[in-house]
C-alpha cells in the first residue's frame, strides 16, 4: 500500500524572481512521481524551455492581485493533488490559501524557507502552520527559519537544482562562459528590475578594475550598463560555477548556497525584501558589500588568494533527502 | 486606468514619512496625479521657516535632554518614530 503522498504533487512556488521557482524545478527534476509547479514567476518560459519534461502551470505575473489569488485557488483545487508542498508562505503568497488548507485532504508541507519574524507574528504564523500542515521542511541548517521550534520540522541539506555529479568540468564551464582568462569573476545578476543597473556598473567597475581578470555577468536581459561582450543569459547559472573564481551576486537562497556548495567566494549585496532577510544570509558570504567599489576591492582579495582549489563536487542536494520525506509521509 | 485593487506604494508627510495608501493618484495633491515619484523626498517646503524657537534643554527641567543630551531632534528622526506599516499578502511579486 502506498503512503498518503502518492500521487501527484504540486509545489506551490508562487512569489517574485527565480528562487521559488528554481527551488520547486530542484525538487520537481529529482521526483520519481508525477509532480506540477504552479508559479507566478515571470522566468517560467526559461525554465520551462531548458525542462521541458516538467509540468509547470504559469498564472500570468501581470494579473492584478485578487484574479491571481483566485486563478491559484482554482488551479490547488483543479490538480486534486495528493500532496501540495507550499514554498515559503504559508498561507499563499497573497493569503489565499489560508482558509483552503485546513480543510484539504492532500498531505499538506511546508517548505521553510526565511521568512520576516514581522510577518511570522502579524499573522500567527506558528499557529497556522501547526495546525494546517503535516510536515515543515527546512531546506538548509543554515537557513533562518523562524518556524523551526514547531514540530514536525526536518532539515535537510540545502536544495540545489544540480548534483555534484551534474555538474560541469572547468572546461566545460569556461566554454559556457566564453572566457581565456586564467581567472573569471561571475556577477550574478539574479535580482529584481530596479536592481539591475547595479549588476551593469559592477561588471563595468569589475573590468576596469581587474586587468587580464574574465568578467562575466549572468542575467536573463542585458542589465544596464554591462558591455555586450560580458552579458551572457544561462540558466542554471549553478552550471557557470566550476569555471569561476568568484562571484559577486545577491544574498538570495539560491545564490548564497549554490556559492556555498561548490565552494566558490561570494561577495554579496544584501538586498532589503519584503520576506527574506537577506542580511541574515549574507553572513554566509565572503564579503558582504554595497557599492561597486567596495565590490573591486573584495573580489581583488578574493582572487589574490594562493592557487583556488577546484570546485567543491562533495556536497549533498538536500532535494533527494526532501524526496524520501515527502515519500515517507 | 487604475486597477481597482491598486494602493499608492508612495510615501508621504511633513515630518513623518508614512504610506500613502490612497487607491487612486487621481487628484493627489502629494504626488500631483502620479507624476511625483517620491513626494516625501521631493518636498521643499521644509526649508525656508526659521521661527523654530528656542527649545534649550535648560528650559525643560526633567526632560530627557536635561541629563545633557540635546534635544535637537532631526527630520531623521521621524523615520524612526514612525512605524512603518508593512503590508503582507499584498504583493504577488514579492519574495
Not at chain 2, 495633491?29 to 526649508?47: F, H, K, S, W
Request: charged share 25%.
Amino acid at each position: 500500500m502506498g503512503s498518503r503522498s502518492s500521487g501527484l504533487w504540486l509545489i506551490y512556488a508562487l512569489g517574485g524572481g527565480w528562487g521559488h521557482l528554481t527551488r520547486a524545478a530542484a525538487l520537481a527534476r529529482v521526483a520519481r512521481g508525477p509532480v506540477r509547479i504552479l508559479t507566478n514567476s515571470p522566468y517560467a518560459g526559461e525554465v520551462r524551455a531548458r525542462l521541458p519534461d516538467l509540468d509547470i502551470v504559469a498564472v500570468n505575473p501581470e494579473l492584478p492581485v485578487a484574479r491571481a489569488r483566485e486563478e491559484a485557488v482554482r488551479q490547488v483545487r483543479a490538480s486534486n493533488a495528493a500532496c501540495l508542498i507550499v514554498d515559503t508562505f504559508p498561507r499563499g503568497l497573497g493569503g489565499e490559501l489560508a482558509s483552503l488548507l485546513p480543510a484539504l485532504g492532500a498531505v499538506r508541507v511546508l517548505i521553510h524557507r526565511d521568512l520576516n519574524p514581522e510577518y511570522v507574528r502579524g499573522k500567527a504564523l506558528d499557529e497556522f502552520v501547526r495546525s494546517s500542515f503535516d510536515v515543515v521542511i527546512r531546506p538548509g541548517p543554515a537557513e533562518a527559519a523562524p518556524l523551526a521550534g514547531l514540530p514536525r520540522v526536518r532539515t535537510t541539506a540545502p536544495w540545489l537544482i544540480r548534483s555534484a555529479q551534474e555538474l560541469p568540468s572547468r572546461e566545460a564551464a569556461r566554454r559556457l562562459l566564453g572566457v581565456e582568462e586564467r581567472q573569471c569573476v561571475l556577477v550574478s545578476a539574479a535580482g529584481n528590475r530596479d536592481e539591475q543597473e547595479w549588476y551593469g556598473s559592477i561588471a563595468r567597475a569589475l573590468i576596469a578594475g581587474l586587468e587580464g581578470v574574465g568578467v562575466r555577468c549572468v542575467a536573463p536581459a542585458r542589465p544596464p550598463g554591462c558591455p555586450g561582450e560580458a552579458w551572457l543569459c544561462c540558466w542554471p547559472a549553478m552550471d557557470l560555477l566550476p569555471g569561476v573564481d568568484v562571484v559577486v551576486g545577491g544574498a538570495g537562497y539560491n545564490t548564497v548556497n549554490e556559492c556555498a556548495a561548490c565552494g566558490v567566494p561570494l561577495v554579496a549585496r544584501a538586498w532589503p525584501r519584503k520576506y527574506d532577510r537577506q542580511a541574515l544570509r549574507a553572513g554566509q558570504a565572503e564579503a558582504c558589500v554595497t557599492s561597486p567599489d567596495e565590490a573591486v576591492v573584495a573580489v581583488r582579495t578574493c582572487l589574490g588568494r594562493p592557487g583556488r582549489s577546484e570546485t567543491r563536487r562533495d556536497f549533498s542536494n538536500g532535494v533527494q533527502e526532501a524526496v524520501e520525506i515527502l515519500e515517507s509521509v | 486606468m487604475t486597477p481597482s485593487d491598486w494602493t499608492c506604494p508612495r510615501r508621504i508627510g511633513f515630518l513623518f514619512p508614512h504610506p500613502c495608501g490612497r487607491t487612486s493618484p487621481i487628484g493627489c495633491p502629494e504626488c500631483q496625479n502620479g507624476q511625483i515619484e517620491d513626494p516625501y523626498a521631493q518636498r521643499t517646503d521644509r526649508e525656508g521657516y526659521d521661527n523654530y524657537g528656542d527649545y534649550d534643554s535648560a528650559d525643560w527641567p526633567g526632560a530627557a535632554g536635561a541629563a545633557g543630551a540635546p534635544l535637537d531632534f532631526t527630520e531623521a528622526d521621524g523615520e524612526n518614530l514612525v512605524k512603518p506599516e508593512e503590508e503582507f499578502e499584498g504583493d504577488l511579486t514579492a519574495s
